[in-house]
């Protein structure tokens, strides 16, 4: 018995790891049994990265690893193998796409969760990661390792359905009916985004899957698939499998941190917030909705808590966000004592006028108490979250 991990066959242009995967698992020979597969998203500013950034991996239990380990060698060559060296341009990214490099790995014993904890929050290499007891191909190992090495903390599930090859051309069909019925099942998550009422479990472009439905449990996940499947208004499938992925974990954010903010920058079109702070520079997109608008209201002088991702630039990409201090506010005119309008000068030493009932007033200016758009910690909107964020509901679950 031992450990497998696969990773890097797909690129943009078409594939997809999950499928190939599969099709590995249904070639084993009957006296092997298969574990729950897991897929695992790494970092998602790795540079070798592939769509999606996730990788593949299973315990296999048999009584013969010299015979499996046969088995995967002729699997390699015959099929994972080709697979390499293909790509395509990205009409989405300016990242230089690299060319795909299969890589799998076998392990006799489970390496230990520090590879994978790595892999998940920056970038590795080969060099650093554990030794496998056989290893096959390329790049792809990194990611395959540390699927491996994952160790099955704070799991969700995901179903992962694959198209009839001859529908990749055609749009996807799946019964919306039944979408609606299982986002009503307690341990169904994302599968809907609640702003938009559209369906998050479809992937957008081209890909050999029909849809992916995630899950707080194995049964969960397997049923909602199972009913959408079952539908004769959803397509005909290749087939599904579920997975235990770390997904919604929140692996990839290390501690929060503590900032203090010397200066804001945000784009006039665009409405990114650039943070100059005295922890270093962040920045909160404006996809990130919720902490973004409150980031964009943050003055010099306030402390923030936030968790993020550093990228390949030093920059915090701000996640989640809470607002520790405020500093003072520009005063403002204090309000009408009739009326309560905010009171407006009349020019240099002519004193204060109400707009509306037009008492007058003595020149004056008051503190305003600082009101920020949200209290306590913010997320992004459900669609703009990454696949790895950790729902702010969940933080005081185990
Ligand atoms: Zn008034």
Known sequence: MGWLGLDDTDHLGGGCTTEVFDSL?????????????????LWPFAQKRTRGNAALGVELRCDDDSNLIDHLDVYWREYIEPLGGFQSPSTISSRVQVQSS?????????????????????????????????????????????AVSWPLHRVTYEAIAWRKHERYSMSRQIDSNVIDAIDGWP?????????KGTSLIAPRGQSPVLFGVRARTYDGAEEAASLLIASEHT?????????????????????????????????????????DTDAGPMVAFFEGGPVNQLARWLVAGDTIEVRGLLDTDGVLHIEQMQVISFAPRRKQRPLCEDCSQRLKSMGAKQGLRCPSCRRRFEDDWVEITPSPPFNGWVEP??????????????????
């Open 25 to 41: 698992l249904r070639s084993l020979p009957s006296w092997v049994e298969v574990g729950v597969p897991r897929l695992v998203r």
């Open 235 to 275: 397509e005909e499938v290749e087939g599904f499998r579920v997975f235990a992925t770390n997904q919604a974990s929140g692996d990839h954010l290390g501690d929060s941190i503590h900032a203090k903010l010397l200066g804001l920058e945000v784009h006039p079109k665009r409405k990114h917030a650039r943070l």
């Open 187 to 195: 341990e169904i998550v994302f599968s809907r985004d609640p702003r």
């Open 381 to 398: 909107s459900v669609d703009a979250r990454r696949h790895l964020a950790r729902p702010l509901a969940w933080d005081d679950e185990k």
């Open 102 to 146: 299969p890589g799998m790995v076998w392990f006799s014993n489970r390496p230990d969760e520090r590879y994978y904890l790595d892999a998940v929050r920056k970038e590795v290499t080969l060099g650093d990661a554990p030794v496998p007891t056989k290893s096959w191909g390329g790049a792809g190992q990194i990611g395959a390792i540390a």
